[in-house]
């Protein structure tokens, strides 16, 4: 993938779809209907995460289990140490293994509203790389981890983030989602250095649409993902949710899209925030290949 083996663009480009669990019973209907417009995009895999503080245990499991029953996608389950006990997380994997659920995106998480330090919680697992392999003696699970091209806000440096990436990898990680990033170079250089020191699972990008440039700078300032300053200035004076912001959305994620997949990149990871305008547009933009895709039959039922 690296630029200089000047790879051509491939026909097809392996999608997979990120979804969080809805609260309210209209945003599930909406969910779902988000996910009926997106399945002709044939989703490698769809994942449903897990709140921060693992606040949406019972609701990640209900929609992860329901796209199991309900579609041909393959859903991955995420899952974080926070708030849970060694115990009590493998509980919830078993289930998810006797559900059929094969797949676990493992995180270590975040304490709730970033209010603290991450501390394990009593009994419970001091981080991802525990996680991964706690989670392998749980059953064969396919388990992806994440990485930050940008920097995770608590790294200890660039050496030490290869490291500890290499470790999750050496654990039993099989692919790697990248936290949401702007800028297409830092990424390639980061591929780089993670191909460099060994690692060969895929690194698949993570990409968020800025459907709304407000929220999208906040979830910046948080995760340490830069805006860079040529797409903050492109929204200056555009009214959030008008018609002119979202072709801004589009240009901005179509130029972010096209600028990976003509530099190789095969797989892209969407960050949905269960909404699929933009990503469809994208789609459609790039002249991407749409499937034919059955309904969603006794959706919720
Ligand atoms: C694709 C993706 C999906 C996500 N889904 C969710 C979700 O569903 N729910 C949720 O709550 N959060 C989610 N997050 C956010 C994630 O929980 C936070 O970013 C969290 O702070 C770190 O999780 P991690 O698994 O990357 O942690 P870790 O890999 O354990 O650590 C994160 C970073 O901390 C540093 N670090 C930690 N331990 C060490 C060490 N021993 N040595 C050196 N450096 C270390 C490194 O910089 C490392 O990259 C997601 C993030 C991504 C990228």
Redesign the pocket.
Known sequence: MPRDQGLTPVARIGVSLEFFPPKTAAMLASLWKTLQALLPLDPVFVSV????GGTTRDRTHQVVKDIKRITNVRPAA?L?C?GSSRAEIRDIAQNYFHDGVTHI?A????PPERTTK?KPYPGGYG???ELIEGLREVAEFEIT??A?PE??P???GVQ??M???KR?CDAGAVRL???FFYNNDQFFRFYERVRACGITVPIVP?ILPITNFEQIARFSAS?GSVIPKAISEQFEGVPSGSSEASKVALDIACEQCSGLISQGVEELHFYTLNRSDLILGIWDSLGLKFTSSPSLVGVGS
């Not at 995180?107 to 975040?110: A, E, K, T, W």
């Open positions: 995460t897990y709140g921060a995420h974080t926070v995106v995180l270590r998480g975040d991450f981080g991802s790389v981890a994440a930050y920097g995770h608590e790294s200890q030490s983030d490291e500890h990436l999750k989602i990248t936290q993570g995760c």
